[in-house]
């Protein structure tokens, strides 16, 4: 797949668990300058950053108003506030000509299968209104609109798990779902509550912008057999992730609405994860699952109106893609890559 493209026609959205930013700057200080460039990425989610906000401010890290700055991004951080070292999610947005740098919110605180590479063609602000573009039409339709930082529950509110950002055309949603936890201590916690409440948050903001959303990152769930290396073992029922109830609840949401993404443009591949454990040094011989996705509304799947005179807000905007960049080290989890295309 080549990754080339007219910047008249294309969005694309990068999304990567870096299982700590910190640990990433240090060891891989060139990924997301790299990512960035290489796929030409319109936006960049990050989850698990394990970031405090006294982290996003030291200036000898220098993260906030430093990281990405150079490549043309404005920066927004979701820090947990209850625990340290833990959760967190950051979004990295393209500046648009004659967009002004806005800068950074303030938080709140088996062997490799066959298959393998056949899909690859190679203090808190609730909400911040971020300025508009003065340049051409195209790129008002791609300018940041508004961020938020919160679900809309308090008991979801301290773990920095989200950021939203709306666009004119379109809604983005960097997610970083709750693990259940080793002895699913937090199953009912993540099924029973994060979830429902996450999905009356996006279909809530569907009804009040008029615009399809698209929610990305890791999801903590290996939703099919295909997405999971040893579907079938036992104890997959009681393991974080692969457990009957995590998989039905996320299928609720697809019946409410929204689309995977990646298997919606890849019905049959098989052999696509985004997470190796790296205690059991699953990466080789790729014994993964799928937890990382870009999840949309139904109508991003439906093909673009033919008279681009007679294009809406709402039928501009089409999925073009999505990929897995298996080959991106320096995390237990890849990267994913969502192509959009939007028509002027």
């Known amino acids: 797949m ?6 008249d026609s294309a969005f694309r959205v990068l999304s990567w668990n870096v299982a700590g930013l910190r640990a990433l700057l240090k060891n891989h ?11 030409n990425a319109d936006v960049i989610c990050l989850q698990e950053t394990k970031l405090q906000d006294i982290h996003v401010d030291d200036p000898k890290l220098k993260i906030r108003s430093h990281l990405l700055a150079e490549e043309g991004y404005d920066s927004y951080y979701n820090c947990a506030s209850n625990k340290k070292g833990y959760s967190g999610t950051a979004m990295f947005v393209k500046r648009r000509k004659g967009q002004e740098n806005v800068g950074s919110n303030f938080s709140q605180g088996k062997k490799r299968q066959a298959t393998l590479g056949s899909f690859i063609q190679t203090p808190k ?24 930082y919160e679900v809309g529950k308090p008991e979801h509110e301290k773990e920095g798990r989200i950021i939203a950002i709306d666009f004119p055309l379109f809604s983005l949603i960097n997610l970083y779902v709750p693990n259940s936890g080793q002895k699913l201590e937090r199953l009912n916690y993540r099924t029973e509550q994060w979830d429902g409440d996450f999905f009356e948050f996006a279909k809530k903001k569907e009804t009040d912008t008029g615009m399809p959303v698209i929610y990305l990152g890791d999801l903590n769930v290996s939703h099919k057999a295909a997405d999971t290396w040893n579907d079938g073992a036992k104890h997959l029922a009681k393991q974080a992730g692969t457990t009957p109830e995590e998989r039905e609840s996320f299928q609720k949401q697809l ?3 929204f689309v995977d993404v990646f298997r919606h443009c890849h019905p049959n591949a098989q052999g696509w994860y985004t997470y190796w454990s790296q205690r059991a040094k699953n990466r080789d011989p790729n014994k993964g699952l799928r937890l990382d996705y870009f999840v949309s509304s139904r109508s991003l799947v439906q093909n673009l109106t033919n008279n681009s005179k007679q294009a ?20 237990d989890h890849c990267p994913i890559l969502l192509e959009l295309e939007i028509r002027k």
């Open 29 to 39: 200080p060139e990924a997301l300058p790299g990512l960035a460039k290489k796929y």
């Open 125 to 148: 602000k609730h909400k911040e209104t971020l300025s508009a573009p003065s340049d051409d039409s195209f790129a008002q339709d791609l300018r940041a609109v508004q961020v938020s």
């Open 255 to 257: 019946d409410g609405g």
């Open 2 to 7: 080549q990754h080339n493209r007219n910047p």
């Open 312 to 331: 809406t807000s709402r039928n501009r905007v089409k999925i073009k893609n999505s990929s897995i960049l298996y080959d991106q080290l320096g995390s």
